[in-house]
Structures are given as C-alpha cells and as structure tokens.
C-alpha cells in the first residue's frame, strides 16, 4: 500500500526563528525557476522536512496569481516528497526548506511539477 501523499499543517515551515535562521545560515541553489534556501534543524517535528513556500509580490502584483502559484508547487511537493521523506528517514535527518519562484510568468502545473522533482533531485545530492 503506497503512503498517503498528504500536506499537513505540521510539514509547513511557519516558525519565525527557523525562517530567520534559514535566510542567515542555510544553504541554497538556483534551479530555473526556483531558489532554494536549506539547512538542516533539530526541530522535534515528526516530519523530516518542513517546507515554505515563496512567491515574491514584486513580479506578481495580484494575490490570486501568487496564490495560484503557491497552490501548484505545494501540490508538486506534495506528490514527489516520498522520495525526499524516505532519503531523510533513513539518514535520521531534518531539514527545513524555502522555495523561493522567481521566474517572471507564470508556469504551468505540467512545468512546475517536473522542475519541483528536478530540485528535490538536488536536495537529496546535497544533504
């Protein structure tokens, strides 16, 4: 029986000080149209990734085209994490994630979906 591919509000990275620790101290990589920001935490959450999601106001000027954005990637996370999810369990590892879309159009599901397991590919290198 395959995993149930769900988002809980527990795998949202919402915590103020992890954010502010992730901007100064994490790592990241560009992957067209995304920047990555990672590093790994000690946080006790029973996920092993926890993941924010970004979609800068600055090239999107109204809310529904940002929110549409960020329903997309969250729903290709949400599909392609078992890979993710399983490469950290069985490191015992934590990490917390902010994917930043920077591209200046809007994608679709189709592209978006690929890019996303294109950087989750590059998570697992460099974790």
């Known amino acids: 029986m395959e995993p149930r591919q769900t988002f809980k509000k527990g795998e949202r990275l919402s ?3 992890t954010l502010e620790q992730l901007m100064e101290k994490g790592r990241s990589f560009a992957y067209f ?3 990555v920001i990672w590093m790994e935490t000690k946080t006790e959450s029973v996920f092993p990734a926890q993941i924010a999601i970004s979609v800068p106001k600055r090239n999107f000027k109204r809310a529904v085209d940002r929110n549409l954005l960020k ?6 996370y949400r599909k392609s994490k078992p890979v993710l999810y399983d490469f950290l369990n069985e490191g015992n590892k934590k990490i917390a994630v902010l994917v930043v879309y920077t591209a200046k159009e809007k ?3 189709e592209a978006v979906s690929g890019k996303i397991n294109a950087v989750i590919e590059r998570l ?4």
């Open 33 to 35: 149209p995304f920047r």
């Open 15 to 17: 915590s103020r000080l």
């Open 124 to 127: 697992l290198k460099e974790v």
């Open 71 to 76: 329903r997309r990637i969250r729903e290709a």
């Open 107 to 109: 994608l679709d599901y």
